[in-house]
């Protein structure tokens, strides 16, 4: 009996689908064809003969395909034990050409055999990658369930760190503003007064601060996308910052002679060197240079602030940007969490490293814009 082709597990299928009988029909339907051809041919169209003797070749290449080695023996065997007959009683006179028949014979359970063999290994190796495909889907959808656990693990951890955060930094300025009413509800004198009421005011500034930082961070507008002048927004903000820096800060600002007319946002760009010039300037209370300069190549603009200050500690390099993660007195902890908010979303990316001497470099890389945003242009 013919074998059933492998099932998908490896075992051999018991059920035989109507594919296989149609298969082992076809095969035999060419067997006694062929046949028929010979029986029915008179001896002297030998051509014919010669046709019909290479025609047991299909039905014998297309079982072993069907069937693997198996099949091809059987088809090639059953194509022998039909020809055979044939060529004792047509050619038994011609000796030399009934060997050959014989010998075509053996030719058929060669091919069958060989052609069954190769189609084995093909489909074991189909088999395999199927088995493999089906491996790798599951392992995807493992991986995916997984992500997505991290993915809601890590939203609700995040939650926990801004509401910890925040508590924190609403709790020193409400314990100020509290110590300073008990003050005024006991009656203090009138210069203790006015110094408690500028304690409350300036704890009312702060958490203003605080809450507009934290709008900022949380609820992040769209970037409104227009072609700016680099320079110019990089001249402003150190124009604006120097005004407020303590006296001993320097700023200097480099850009390309020919400004790259880059297109961002004009306004969150220019927060972004803002908190970061502005933390630099913080981080040098004995003075120093906080430099700012970019840089224009093929694949984006690179913008880097540096200075020459205290630097931050390695241990805290990777919390920096982090929101609530503060070491001043009365910062918010929010101004890095607003500028790789603000980074990510023109698609670009910032850095922190500390300087080989003193201080610490910023790099901020946006990237080229034209082909992220079909309608964006960029003139340089
Ligand atoms: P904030 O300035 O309100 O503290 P930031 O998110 O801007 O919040 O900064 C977080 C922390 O990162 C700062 O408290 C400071 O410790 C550190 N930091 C940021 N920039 C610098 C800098 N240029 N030099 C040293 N430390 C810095």
Redesign the pocket.
């Known amino acids: 009996m013919l074998p059933s082709p492998l099932h998908a597990d490896g075992g051999p299928d018991r059920s035989w689908p109507r594919a296989n009988w149609r298969a082992l029909s076809l095969t035999l339907a060419g067997i006694v064809a062929t046949s028929a051809g010979h029986y029915l041919t008179p001896p002297e169209f030998l051509l014919w003969h010669g046709i019909f003797q290479r025609m047991y070749y299909v039905p014998v290449v297309f079982a072993a395909i069907a069937f693997g080695w198996r099949g091809g023996l059987a088809a090639a065997a059953v194509s022998g034990v039909c020809y055979i007959p044939h060529i004792v009683t047509t050619w038994s006179g011609m000796e030399h050409y009934a060997m050959e028949q014989y010998a075509e014979i053996l030719m058929f359970l060669v091919v069958g055999a060989v052609t069954g063999i190769l189609s084995d290994r093909e489909r074991r190796r189909r088999v395999e990658l199927q088995r493999t495909a089906d491996q790798l889907s599951r392992v995807y959808r493992e991986l995916q369930n997984t992500f997505e656990q991290v993915k809601r693990a890590d939203r609700l951890s995040a939650i926990g760190q801004l509401a910890a955060g925040l508590a924190h930094e609403i709790r020193n300025p409400l314990a100020s503003i509290d110590g300073a009413a008990e003050v005024l509800q006991a009656g203090a004198e009138a210069e203790v007064k006015s110094e408690t009421l500028r304690i409350i005011r300036q704890e009312c500034l702060r958490l203003n601060r605080l809450l507009t930082s934290l709008l900022d961070f949380a609820r992040p507008r769209r970037p409104e996308w227009r072609e700016v002048n680099l320079r110019e927004v990089l001249d402003s903000v150190v124009e604006l910052v120097s005004h407020s820096a303590r006296t001993g800060i320097r700023f200097e600002a480099q850009a390309p002679e020919v400004p790259p007319n880059f297109v961002c946002d004009r306004e969150q760009l220019a927060q972004v060197i803002m908190?970061l010039a502005i933390?630099?300037a913080q981080?040098m209370p004995q003075g120093g240079t906080v430099r700012l300069s970019i840089q224009d190549n093929q694949d984006g603009v690179l913008i880097e602030v540096s200075?020459e200050?205290?630097?931050?500690p390695p241990e805290?390099l990777d919390r920096?940007f982090d929101p609530f993660?503060?070491?001043?007195e009365t910062?918010?902890?929010?101004?890095?969490?607003v500028v790789h908010q603000i980074v990510s979303q023109h698609g670009g990316n910032v850095t922190a490293r500390r300087n080989p001497d003193r201080g610490?470099t910023f790099s901020v890389f946006f990237p080229q814009t034209v082909g992220v945003y079909p309608w964006a242009s960029r003139v340089s």
């Open positions: 908190n933390n630099a981080a200075d200050g205290v630097g931050v805290h920096i993660f503060t070491t001043k910062g918010t902890g929010l101004g890095l969490s610490m």
